[in-house]
């Protein structure tokens, strides 16, 4: 009886699996491409461009311009399928770091008030052209921050919060350009 069971789950499953794949290809003709990363684009849309984000903010780390605008390349390539051109592209990102900042947001009570926790943020302006559809145009801000002990030093972990926050900006920046989030 087990037996059969098995087999009847397996041949269960085989036909779920092959109407799932009749599903997926009579959509697939569809006017919009759909990917896991959420993202929905034009099928006539075929490249995009980053353009260098400038570093604008006063005490910045001079390899924040870098890592931002390759993280904005990669999101792209990877998740959307598009060619990377240098000028031009179907969609064009371009933007500058605004802003670089850290503060306190954690003191100890007391008559020794001393900070417990700080925070670095980090502020985009960005600009995005859809040339194929001027109604995604946009351009906005967009600021993260991520939060560390006071009683590190910050030299010591800034790499790490700096990666931390371009991961968040970068997917922000993505939702918003290609996923209408």
Not at 35 to 56: C, E, L, M, Y
Not at 111 to 138: G, P, Y
Not at 144 to 151: E, G, P, T
Request: charged share 15%.
């Amino acid at each position: 009886y087990s037996f059969k069971l098995q087999e009847t789950v397996l041949k269960s499953k085989k036909q779920l699996n092959l109407l799932l794949l009749l599903v997926i290809t009579c959509f697939s003709g569809c006017t919009l491409k759909y990917s896991f990363s959420g993202a929905s684009i034009s099928p006539d849309t075929k490249s995009i461009s980053v353009g260098f984000f400038s570093n604008q903010a006063a005490l910045a780390q001079p390899i924040l311009s870098q890592s931002l605008t390759e993280a904005l390349r990669d999101i792209f390539i990877n998740q959307t399928g598009l060619s990377l051109t240098s000028k031009g592209g179907d969609l064009q990102l371009s933007g500058a770091i605004t802003g670089y900042n850290t503060s306190i947001i954690g003191v100890s009570g007391g008559s020794n008030s001393q900070a417990t926790k700080n925070r670095l943020t980090i502020s985009v302006n960005v600009k995005f052209v859809n040339i194929k559809d001027e109604k995604q145009n946009f351009e906005t801000s967009f600021s993260r921050f991520a939060d560390f002990d006071a009683n590190q030093n910050f030299a010591a972990v800034e790499g790490e919060l700096i990666e931390q926050i371009n991961q968040q900006l970068v997917q922000d920046i993505f939702n918003r350009a290609v996923a209408n989030w």
